[in-house]
């Protein structure tokens, strides 16, 4: 009995250690999402410092022996919900800012549905990649305080896109910037970028709700926080250094939107179902394509399209520049099928044109064979300006070319502006011993033009008093000289003016007030057309 016994007891524990091993691994694989974490760097055993490897050669298990109740089964997340709050790693935070924040939010129930429903075309991508980068999955819920998940918004400071993005910003992280496209605004683009720079921003601070205030406010701010409070002997962490409001309120709406998410019962929030599957594929585009034509192709809606494809703002896809297009994960293969079987014509209806020296907006029109309203709407042309020699223009696409746009263009196209020089007729008294010469001078013209103005010969001597005509540059607007936002450049160009060859004066605007030199011997007579001083627009 004692053998009987002793042998029952061995076999216990033979049984008990394996047990233990198969809980080991079966923790170390549990959901795709788990493996993504991991980075592919193998299977771990729990509470271990090196694996345990199986001596012998293995058999498969009778049915009757899986009965182990240290064996736990996980289950994958059931929906992008479950597998967010899964990947919540940040440490919370607790003060009456983030209470605030959650009424705020709690109160707004149509406000988180439009949000929620908003991010489930991007969510899935954001998530694989925080898990792919071992990141806490809360920084996906980031787009909604940044942007509310609209890819297109743009805010008053000129940060654009889902994250956000400064234009200096977003050129530092790679993201094109071009009359073409907008990769602040792209879904994929942005997306990288962000967690770049998130990801510097923990390396440099070892915090992350100070990397989140670094993100909002700057690491050059941040870093000159810590160190005040460094200075005063005080505590640097998120909740004691001194910041705006704006930031100080930011990490708490995250916060805020991380408790609704975790716990949304509690908040009477009803987040709709984001299954936990990706929504859009990458397809590679071949040929420079409408846009219009290709969610034709696809078969989806014009709007649908657009908000997987935010950053392409023209409505012409190049495919030197914009290599690859999102669609929605069932009609890549449809769009696909189609784009290969048509035959309806060209693919692209509009082209882009290097502007090959500065001339004016009707000019171009002409050349481009369109109107000129048209040429300024497309290309977000402003009044009053000369378009700059090396400008991109989008113009229609003839029948005669043959060539997509060419990589260079596709990645360097711009579109600059100058001031167009207008002019209005002004009369000026003529000093003493003042001549056609000191005219010109004095008012950075041509001799020959003030002559012909004035119907004198060149080497003319004018009579103290006498009132000598000119033609002297109307200021552009304020409106005029900021341009497009694109590369536009407010410098004047050389003197010369437009009808400057006859006595006609191009005007803009009765009434505008022309300034020029002061002089205590000359007196500026501004002629008047009729009608009140047209008001600046502002």
């Not at 009456?96 to 959650?102: A, K, N, S, T």
């Not at 997306?191 to 406010?217: H, V």
């Not at 935010?310 to 696909?336: E, S």
């Not at 060859?501 to 505008?512: D, E, F, I, L, M």
């Amino acid at each position: 009995m004692k053998l009987i016994a002793a042998t029952c007891l061995a076999g216990s524990l033979v049984l008990a250690g394996c047990a233990g091993t198969n809980n080991s691994s079966s923790t170390s694989s549990s959901s795709p999402s788990s493996s993504s974490q991991a980075g592919g760097t193998g299977s771990k055993v729990a509470g271990s410092a090196t694996p345990v490897y199986p001596r012998d050669a293995l058999t498969p298990l009778a049915s009757g022996q899986a009965h182990s109740q240290s064996v736990v089964t996980l289950a994958p997340p059931a929906d992008m919900w479950d597998r967010i709050r899964r990947g919540f790693k940040m440490p919370d935070l607790d003060n009456d800012l983030v209470r605030d924040r959650e009424q705020w939010y709690a109160s707004r129930p149509d406000y988180i549905q439009r949000m929620t429903e908003r991010s489930n075309k991007y969510i899935f991508h954001i998530v694989e990649e925080l898990e792919r980068r071992n990141m806490p999955t809360e920084l996906a819920l980031l787009p909604y305080i940044e942007s509310a998940f609209n890819p297109q918004a743009i805010s008053s400071a000129r940060a654009a896109g889902m994250w956000q993005f400064m234009p200096a910003t977003g050129n530092d992280f790679d993201l094109k910037q071009n009359i073409f496209r907008d990769d602040r605004r792209d879904v994929v683009a942005s997306t990288r970028a962000a967690l770049d720079y998130l990801q510097k921003l923990y390396g440099m601070f070892g915090d992350w709700q100070l990397a989140l205030a670094a993100y909002n406010w700057g690491e050059g701010s941040v870093s000159r926080a810590i160190a005040k409070n460094q200075r005063l002997g005080l505590p640097t962490t998120y909740s004691d250094l001194t910041m705006p409001a704006e930031t100080r309120m930011y990490v708490p709406k995250l916060q805020a939107v991380k408790n609704i998410v975790a716990n949304p019962q509690a908040f009477n929030a009803d987040l709709p179902l984001i299954p936990n599957h990706p929504y859009f594929q990458t397809v590679t585009l071949t040929r420079d394509l409408d846009v219009e034509l290709a969610a034709k192709l696809a078969d989806v809606r014009i709007e649908d399209f657009r908000a997987l494809n935010p950053a392409a703002h023209k409505p012409v896809l190049i495919a030197a520049g914009t290599p690859q297009i999102l669609l929605p994960w069932d009609n890549a293969a449809v769009f696909q099928r189609n784009f290969d079987a048509y035959s309806q014509g060209q693919y692209a209806s509009w082209t882009a044109w290097v502007v090959p020296n500065t001339m004016t907006v009707a000019d171009a029109a002409q050349r481009s064979g369109m109107s000129e309203n048209d040429l300024r709407s497309i290309n977000n042309i402003p009044p009053r300006m000369l378009i700059k020699a090396g400008s991109t223009l989008i113009v229609p696409r003839g029948s005669r070319v043959k060539e997509d746009v060419a990589a260079v263009v596709a990645d360097s196209g711009h579109l600059s502006f100058q001031p167009e020089i207008v002019t209005r007729r002004t009369t000026v008294k003529a000093g003493r011993a003042d001549n056609v010469a000191s005219i010109a001078r004095r008012y950075n013209l041509k001799p020959s033009a003030v002559a012909e103005w004035n119907d004198v010969k060149p080497n003319h001597a004018f009579k103290r008093g006498y009132s000598v005509v000119v033609y002297l540059p109307v200021r552009a607007t304020p409106a005029a000289r900021a341009g497009t936002g694109i590369r536009a450049t407010s410098h004047a160009a050389a003197p010369t003016h437009r009808g400057a060859s006859s006595k006609t004066a191009v005007s803009r605007g009765a009434g505008s007030v022309v300034k020029v030199p002061a002089s205590s011997k000359q007196q500026v007579v501004r002629e008047k057309r009729g009608g009140a001083p047209a008001k600046k627009k502002r």
